[in-house]
């Protein structure tokens, strides 16, 4: 392609690559360009924070066992209940929810002797493991009880008959609203025949 162009088509097409460039980097010389530094924090745990020693890890680890043992047995409750009321739909909703809640309830019993084992043992690296593991399994009991709750649905919310209380301003006007005021009738215009010297 270049051996077809003449010379001075070349010098053209150089002369704008180099111009281009140049005021390019002048562009970029001129301008007082400043870079935003955005610190960006991790999710989860900061590896600034101290890890709990083992009998505080223990100790966690113990209550969030209660917790997700309490909570399992609240949604047996609560299948119960659906059961004899004979509510299936809350029935089959229930069950799925205690049924995840009890293998997660033998999970985390698991993670808990393995902790007290890795304590035992003096395996730091391990025992972190585990009550992080731990921790999760309770975030994952909190999200299903809400899920139970809200198999549950609207029986909790249930207050009763609705009773209408009726309050009069006094300074509502006296005017009958079932009474309507006619609209006097509006003149019609007269619209002149426009003036031309055609008919």
Known sequence: MFRRMGTAMRALLTALVVGGGLGYAVAQEG?????????VEPMGASAEEPTPSPA?????AAAAVANATASCGAQSQALQSAKREKDI???????????????????????????????AEGDTGRSN????????LSRKFKMLAQAANQCVGQDL?????????????????????AVITPVPDWPVPYIPPPVSGVN
């Open 157 to 177: 919310f249930d207050t009763g008959d609705t009773q209408v209380k009726e309050e009069v301003d006094l300074f509502a006007p006296d005017e009958n609203p």
């Open 31 to 39: 301008t007082d360009a400043t870079v935003d530094v955005v610190k």
């Open 56 to 60: 505080a890890q223990s100790k966690t």
């Open 129 to 136: 493991h585990e009550f992080t593991v731990i921790g999760v």
């Open 89 to 119: 739909i809350r029935a089959t909703c229930l069950d799925d929810k205690l049924s995840r809640c009890n293998a997660n309830l033998q999970n985390i019993r698991r993670r808990e002797a393995a902790l007290n084992e890795a304590i």
